[in-house]
Protein backbone atom coordinates (compact mmCIF):
# COMPACT_ATOMS: atom_id res chain seq x y z
CA UNK A 1 0.00 0.00 0.00
CA UNK A 2 1.48 3.28 -0.95
CA UNK A 3 1.01 6.59 1.44
CA UNK A 4 0.62 9.70 0.55
CA UNK A 5 3.49 11.18 -0.84
CA UNK A 6 3.93 14.94 -1.94
CA UNK A 7 6.56 17.06 -4.31
CA UNK A 8 8.73 19.08 -4.02
CA UNK A 9 9.63 19.09 -0.61
CA UNK A 10 10.87 22.42 -0.85
CA UNK A 11 10.47 25.36 -2.59
CA UNK A 12 11.69 29.04 -2.32
CA UNK A 13 10.30 31.57 -4.52
CA UNK A 14 9.71 35.81 -4.53
CA UNK A 15 6.64 37.77 -3.72
CA UNK A 16 4.16 37.89 -6.21
CA UNK A 17 5.11 34.53 -8.17
CA UNK A 18 2.56 31.59 -8.49
CA UNK A 19 3.36 28.00 -7.13
CA UNK A 20 2.37 24.49 -7.55
CA UNK A 21 2.55 22.13 -5.10
CA UNK A 22 1.47 18.39 -5.66
CA UNK A 23 -0.10 15.36 -3.94
CA UNK A 24 -0.44 11.73 -4.91
CA UNK A 25 -3.53 10.06 -2.66
CA UNK A 26 -2.81 6.88 -0.40
CA UNK A 27 -3.95 4.19 -2.37
CA UNK A 28 -7.74 3.23 -2.63
CA UNK A 29 -8.43 6.84 -1.20
CA UNK A 30 -10.48 9.03 -3.55
CA UNK A 31 -10.31 12.36 -1.68
CA UNK A 32 -7.62 14.48 -1.20
CA UNK A 33 -7.29 18.01 1.55
CA UNK A 34 -5.14 20.48 1.89
CA UNK A 35 -3.81 22.54 4.97
CA UNK A 36 -1.37 25.40 5.88
CA UNK A 37 1.37 24.94 8.84
CA UNK A 38 3.01 28.28 9.39
CA UNK A 39 5.83 28.16 11.85
CA UNK A 40 5.00 27.32 15.82
CA UNK A 41 1.42 26.57 14.92
CA UNK A 42 -1.12 23.90 13.89
CA UNK A 43 -2.43 22.86 10.09
CA UNK A 44 -5.23 25.47 9.20
CA UNK A 45 -8.20 23.81 6.72
CA UNK A 46 -7.33 25.42 3.30
CA UNK A 47 -9.72 22.69 0.91
CA UNK A 48 -10.69 19.04 0.26
CA UNK A 49 -11.40 17.55 -3.47
CA UNK A 50 -13.95 15.08 -4.07
CA UNK A 51 -14.86 13.92 -7.55
CA UNK A 52 -12.79 16.39 -8.92
CA UNK A 53 -14.40 19.01 -7.57
CA UNK A 54 -13.77 21.14 -3.93
CA UNK A 55 -15.79 20.32 -1.30
CA UNK A 56 -15.55 22.55 1.36
CA UNK A 57 -12.71 25.39 1.84
CA UNK A 58 -11.59 27.39 4.71
CA UNK A 59 -10.87 30.83 5.17
CA UNK A 60 -8.67 31.00 2.27
CA UNK A 61 -8.59 33.86 -0.71
CA UNK A 62 -9.05 32.83 -4.14
CA UNK A 63 -5.43 33.12 -4.53
CA UNK A 64 -5.96 29.46 -3.50
CA UNK A 65 -7.18 27.33 -5.69
CA UNK A 66 -6.81 23.44 -6.52
CA UNK A 67 -7.30 20.55 -8.73
CA UNK A 68 -8.16 17.05 -8.31
CA UNK A 69 -7.54 14.49 -11.05
CA UNK A 70 -9.62 11.23 -12.53
CA UNK A 71 -6.19 9.08 -10.51
CA UNK A 72 -7.48 11.45 -7.84
CA UNK A 73 -3.86 13.06 -7.03
CA UNK A 74 -4.05 16.79 -6.85
CA UNK A 75 -2.58 19.90 -7.23
CA UNK A 76 -2.82 22.91 -5.11
CA UNK A 77 -2.04 26.78 -6.52
CA UNK A 78 -1.27 29.55 -5.02
CA UNK A 79 -1.05 33.19 -7.17
CA UNK A 80 0.37 36.77 -5.88
CA UNK A 81 2.51 34.75 -3.32
CA UNK A 82 2.69 36.51 -0.30
CA UNK A 83 5.39 36.91 2.72
CA UNK A 84 2.97 34.85 5.00
CA UNK A 85 1.98 31.97 2.52
CA UNK A 86 5.82 30.84 4.03
CA UNK A 87 4.83 27.61 5.68
CA UNK A 88 4.11 23.72 5.60
CA UNK A 89 1.82 22.82 3.13
CA UNK A 90 0.35 19.55 3.83
CA UNK A 91 -1.78 16.71 1.97
CA UNK A 92 -4.01 14.50 3.60
CA UNK A 93 -6.43 11.52 1.81
CA UNK A 94 -9.31 9.86 2.82
CA UNK A 95 -12.08 7.85 1.34
CA UNK A 96 -15.69 9.22 0.14
CA UNK A 97 -18.74 7.63 -1.39
CA UNK A 98 -22.27 9.11 -1.84
CA UNK A 99 -21.49 12.23 0.54
CA UNK A 100 -20.42 10.11 3.44
CA UNK A 101 -16.95 9.58 4.88
CA UNK A 102 -16.03 5.68 4.41
CA UNK A 103 -13.21 6.60 6.50
CA UNK A 104 -12.90 9.80 8.71
CA UNK A 105 -9.40 9.56 9.40
CA UNK A 106 -6.88 11.41 7.14
CA UNK A 107 -3.61 10.20 6.53
CA UNK A 108 -0.99 12.72 5.65
CA UNK A 109 2.34 13.26 3.66
CA UNK A 110 5.49 14.24 4.42
CA UNK A 111 4.33 17.88 3.27
CA UNK A 112 6.00 20.78 1.27
CA UNK A 113 8.07 23.30 2.64
CA UNK A 114 7.20 26.81 0.82
CA UNK A 115 9.61 29.79 1.58
CA UNK A 116 8.59 33.08 0.27
CA UNK A 117 11.52 35.33 0.03
CA UNK B 1 -18.15 25.93 15.97
CA UNK B 2 -16.36 22.66 17.14
CA UNK B 3 -12.83 23.51 18.37
CA UNK B 4 -10.24 22.06 20.67
CA UNK B 5 -7.70 23.70 23.49
CA UNK B 6 -4.88 22.20 24.14
CA UNK B 7 -4.17 23.37 27.85
CA UNK B 8 -0.24 23.37 27.74
CA UNK B 9 2.38 24.31 24.68
CA UNK B 10 4.83 22.83 26.46
CA UNK B 11 5.51 19.18 28.69
CA UNK B 12 8.31 18.61 29.84
CA UNK B 13 9.14 14.70 31.42
CA UNK B 14 11.91 12.42 32.34
CA UNK B 15 12.06 9.55 30.53
CA UNK B 16 10.44 5.90 32.13
CA UNK B 17 7.62 8.70 33.82
CA UNK B 18 4.20 9.29 32.65
CA UNK B 19 3.05 11.41 30.29
CA UNK B 20 -0.45 13.48 30.24
CA UNK B 21 -1.22 15.98 27.38
CA UNK B 22 -4.43 18.13 27.81
CA UNK B 23 -7.03 18.37 25.39
CA UNK B 24 -10.51 20.07 25.79
CA UNK B 25 -12.89 19.95 22.89
CA UNK B 26 -16.30 21.99 22.20
CA UNK B 27 -18.54 20.65 20.28
CA UNK B 28 -22.74 20.59 19.77
CA UNK B 29 -22.91 16.86 19.26
CA UNK B 30 -20.70 13.78 20.17
CA UNK B 31 -17.30 14.81 17.87
CA UNK B 32 -14.59 12.54 16.11
CA UNK B 33 -11.92 13.21 17.90
CA UNK B 34 -8.21 12.57 17.07
CA UNK B 35 -4.70 12.81 18.15
CA UNK B 36 -2.08 13.42 15.59
CA UNK B 37 1.99 13.72 16.23
CA UNK B 38 4.71 15.81 14.28
CA UNK B 39 8.02 14.96 14.28
CA UNK B 40 10.61 17.53 13.76
CA UNK B 41 10.41 18.15 9.89
CA UNK B 42 7.90 15.77 9.04
CA UNK B 43 4.36 15.26 8.59
CA UNK B 44 1.52 14.44 10.63
CA UNK B 45 1.37 10.40 12.16
CA UNK B 46 -2.14 9.86 13.43
CA UNK B 47 -2.05 8.12 17.40
CA UNK B 48 -5.39 7.44 18.01
CA UNK B 49 -9.10 8.59 17.56
CA UNK B 50 -12.44 8.62 19.04
CA UNK B 51 -15.93 7.56 17.01
CA UNK B 52 -18.08 7.55 19.62
CA UNK B 53 -17.37 3.29 20.64
CA UNK B 54 -15.42 2.58 23.38
CA UNK B 55 -14.39 5.64 25.46
CA UNK B 56 -10.90 4.56 26.05
CA UNK B 57 -8.90 4.62 23.10
CA UNK B 58 -6.13 2.70 22.48
CA UNK B 59 -3.21 3.92 20.06
CA UNK B 60 0.20 3.08 18.41
CA UNK B 61 3.54 3.47 20.83
CA UNK B 62 1.94 2.67 23.93
CA UNK B 63 -0.46 5.50 23.99
CA UNK B 64 -3.79 6.06 24.78
CA UNK B 65 -6.99 8.50 25.40
CA UNK B 66 -9.98 9.02 27.06
CA UNK B 67 -13.24 10.60 26.38
CA UNK B 68 -14.90 11.89 28.86
CA UNK B 69 -17.86 13.95 27.84
CA UNK B 70 -19.10 15.43 31.41
CA UNK B 71 -15.43 17.50 31.51
CA UNK B 72 -15.32 17.23 27.39
CA UNK B 73 -11.87 16.26 27.68
CA UNK B 74 -9.63 14.04 25.70
CA UNK B 75 -6.89 13.63 27.53
CA UNK B 76 -3.61 11.84 26.06
CA UNK B 77 -1.51 9.36 28.15
CA UNK B 78 1.20 6.92 28.02
CA UNK B 79 2.28 5.39 31.31
CA UNK B 80 6.22 5.25 30.61
CA UNK B 81 7.86 7.71 28.00
CA UNK B 82 10.51 7.16 25.83
CA UNK B 83 13.53 9.30 23.85
CA UNK B 84 12.04 8.95 20.75
CA UNK B 85 8.16 10.47 21.92
CA UNK B 86 9.99 13.92 21.73
CA UNK B 87 7.60 15.60 19.32
CA UNK B 88 4.60 17.60 18.72
CA UNK B 89 1.07 16.38 19.41
CA UNK B 90 -1.63 17.34 18.26
CA UNK B 91 -5.36 17.44 19.57
CA UNK B 92 -7.51 17.22 16.56
CA UNK B 93 -11.97 17.38 16.09
CA UNK B 94 -13.61 16.75 12.88
CA UNK B 95 -16.66 18.78 12.71
CA UNK B 96 -17.62 16.77 9.09
CA UNK B 97 -15.63 14.59 7.59
CA UNK B 98 -14.75 18.18 5.14
CA UNK B 99 -11.95 18.99 7.32
CA UNK B 100 -9.76 18.46 10.53
CA UNK B 101 -9.43 21.46 13.03
CA UNK B 102 -6.21 21.40 14.87
CA UNK B 103 -5.20 22.16 18.53
CA UNK B 104 -2.07 24.63 18.99
CA UNK B 105 -0.23 21.84 19.59
CA UNK B 106 1.88 20.53 22.53
CA UNK B 107 5.67 20.13 22.34
CA UNK B 108 6.65 16.93 24.45
CA UNK B 109 10.21 16.96 25.91
CA UNK B 110 11.93 13.86 27.02
CA UNK B 111 15.49 14.32 29.20
CA UNK B 112 17.46 10.93 30.10
Known amino acids: ETGVTQSPTHLIKTRGQQVTLRCSSQ?????VSWYQQALGQGPQFIFQ???????GRGNFPPRFSGLQFPNYSSELNVNALELDDSALYLC????????????????FGPGTRLTVL | AQSVTQLDSHVSVSEGTPVLLRCNYS??????LFWYVQHPNKGLQLLLK??????LVKGINGFEAEFKKSETSFHLTKPSAHMSDAAEYFC??????????FGTGTRLLVSP
Open chain 1, 92 to 107: ASSSWTSGRAITDTQY
Open chain 1, 27 to 31: SGHNT
Open chain 1, 49 to 55: YYREEEN
Open chain 2, 27 to 32: SSYSPS
Open chain 2, 50 to 55: YTSAAT
Open chain 2, 92 to 101: VVSPGFQKLV
